[in-house]
């Protein structure tokens, strides 16, 4: 797996991961009879109930156990720590309404495009609109509404501190030079690779949510497309204009791009069977009627890149017009920036502190 790259709800800049999960506390909940554990005005009273707190605690300990991490008991300590990110967090988004920042519904559409790109990267495949909403609402355990308002609030709270500290940030978006980038390169060389890969066309015959008797319907339509390719009535080609239910790939000549042998969600999501069987086709010949965990499919394999290290120069996908060399310079101005972005959002903060009234009720929270 190519180095520095999360899943695409995880792709998000980690330094607005927990700010922006305090909104769906904070925005999204009928507020119930609790007492306080702070208030906030910079530009208006805002109560943060003991209540809110522990459901923040809860939902980062979520975030731990979808992480693979375990689960930690808050001591009061932490609940502090947690309470003064959603005070900051309050203060972020008090400040940018009253400095007229805002997000664009075409930014939120190029950030939800961004971070499918990211996730198709990461998994070496692609996604369907709705097959990636499916994902994100079942890894982030948001609904798409809530997903979407929490890129928003992102954009907001990112578009907030560029505004304030926007030369505190360029001074760390300076190019690395090639030998910092050779260095990361040898350190990391082995990460830099390719598994085995396949490009294929297909013939696709969906069987999702089918009862059995439509499930028979869908193996007598693609076992008939079947036998007029074997007697030569219709080639590779018009089976897929006649007979395939993949729209996207209809236009392709049934072209569904590469897929990896180890791909763990495309075993997941097609079957392991199926994975094997199709890796186990040569270049250019047709295969038998194949059934996978979502249907019935005639395959194709139209490319073969076997497993092989990358070079400095290669592309880092065969789908992908970027080098190995130009994706570890972009993470390492990416690093760059993080960092700068994490300093000016300290500094920020401080100075929204400056101007608010904060009150603690420590007392309240055990």
Known sequence: MIPGITV????????????????????????????????????????????????????LNTLRLRAGQQAA??????KLEILEMMISDILMMQGAERDGIKAEKAEVDGAVSNQKAQYEQQTRRSFTDAEFRTIVTKET???????????????????????????????????????????????????????????????FISTINLDAAKKQEAGNKINEAYRKYQNGTLTFEQLVNDYTEDQNARYRNGDSGYI???????????????????FGIDLNEVSRVMKSNIGYHIVKITDVKPARLLGLDDAVLPTVNQTVREYIAQQLIGKAQNEALSRALTSLVEDLRKDADIKLFEDNID
């Open 141 to 203: 355990g948001y609904t798409w509404a809530k997903y979407r308002d929490q890129l928003e609030k992102q954009i907001i709270q990112q578009k907030y501190i560029i505004a304030k500290k926007q030369s505190e940030i360029q001074a760390a978006a300076k190019l690395p030079d090639n030998s910092d980038i050779e260095k990361f390169y040898r350190q990391n060389k082995t990460q830099f690779s390719n598994p085995d890969m396949i490009r294929y066309s297909q013939v």
């Open 73 to 78: 008991v808050a001591t009061k300590a932490d």
């Open 8 to 59: 695409n709800y995880k792709k998000i800049t980690i330094l607005f991961i927990l700010l922006t999960l305090v909104g769906s506390f904070l925005s999204g909940q009928a507020l119930m009879i609790s007492q306080p554990a702070a208030s906030v005005f910079l530009t208006k009273t805002e109560t943060i109930t003991v209540k809110q707190l522990d459901a923040q605690v809860n939902a």
């Open 260 to 278: 990896a042998y180890n791909d763990p969600n495309a075993t997941a999501y097609l079957g392991k069977n199926f994975m094997d069987d199709m």
